[in-house]
């Protein structure tokens, strides 16, 4: 019988500032509405932001994980992820980001797969910069989320990607605009982005979703699509969020 295994969807950018952690948190609140079990796991090791943002405070992260399966010490995945509530764990990046140079790749990908067999979503966060890390973690993904703002360089970043998915054959991505980033600056309209990125944006982030209350619900810890006062708000993107869910719940692995 096959063991069934969650899927791993991993946000990532071209550029920093885009809102990934905010975009990972958010999907998370919407896979929990949906009844999932979600891990997010937090491969930003130069940020630690989700459990920040969270308020989760522990001494495990990550480096444990890989200290422990170096050292033949590994035991359940339970024993490593901060809880948030009955549905969402986080593995957190390490709180200290030199002991982020002593995570090797040779183990990330056997933790997104010890971890797929207890969740039934992996969302993985990461920074902007590609390295053997997060070639590793891209490979062990079934659908890439890549995160974009309205900026010339960042379009021109996101054409260059394209091309190198289009030469490898790859097509497990999906493009955000977020325009609730710079929601008062917009250079071009989605038209013109298609033109200069030979491709199309899948998905938006409306700009109605910049608000002035974000910093409250950070400090809070709260997650904006779980919270109602948002959900009532900001009803278009709640509704974009949920296509976005649904439609990676629906890609297979290629």
């Not at 997010?40 to 989700?50: E, L, N, Q, R």
């Amino acid at each position: 019988m096959a063991v069934k295994q969650g899927k791993i969807f991993t946000v990532t950018s071209m550029k920093g500032g885009t809102g990934k952690t905010t975009t990972v948190l958010n999907l998370a609140g919407i896979f929990k509405r949906m009844g999932k079990k979600v891990l997010i796991i937090d491969m930003d090791f130069y940020g630690s932001a989700v459990a920040a943002s969270l308020n989760l405070d522990g001494d495990r992260s990550i480096y444990n994980v890989v200290d422990d399966l170096t050292n033949n010490r590994f035991d359940y995945i339970d024993n490593y992820v901060l809880s948030y509530d009955d549905n969402i764990d986080v593995l957190a990046a390490p709180k200290d980001p030199r002991i982020a140079t002593k995570i090797g790749s040779k183990y990330l990908g056997i933790i997104l797969t010890k971890a797929s067999m207890k969740y039934d979503i992996l969302l993985v966060d990461t920074n902007y910069v590609i390295d053997e890390n997060k070639l590793i973690i891209l490979d062990h993904s079934d659908e890439i989320i890549y995160l974009m703002t309205n900026d010339p360089i960042d379009i021109k970043n996101m054409k260059s990607m394209i091309s190198i998915y289009k030469d490898m054959d790859k097509k497990n991505y999906k493009i955000v605009l977020n325009e609730a980033i710079d929601c008062n600056r917009s250079y071009f309209n989605k038209y013109d982005i298609k033109n200069i990125m030979k491709d199309n944006v899948d998905y938006t982030i409306p700009s109605s979703f910049h608000m002035k209350s974000i910093d409250k619900l950070v400090l809070d810890g709260k997650i904006m699509t779980l919270d109602k006062t948002v959900q009532l708000k900001n009803k278009k993107a709640m509704k974009n969020f949920d296509l976005i869910a649904k439609a990676l719940l629906r890609e297979k692995k290629k």
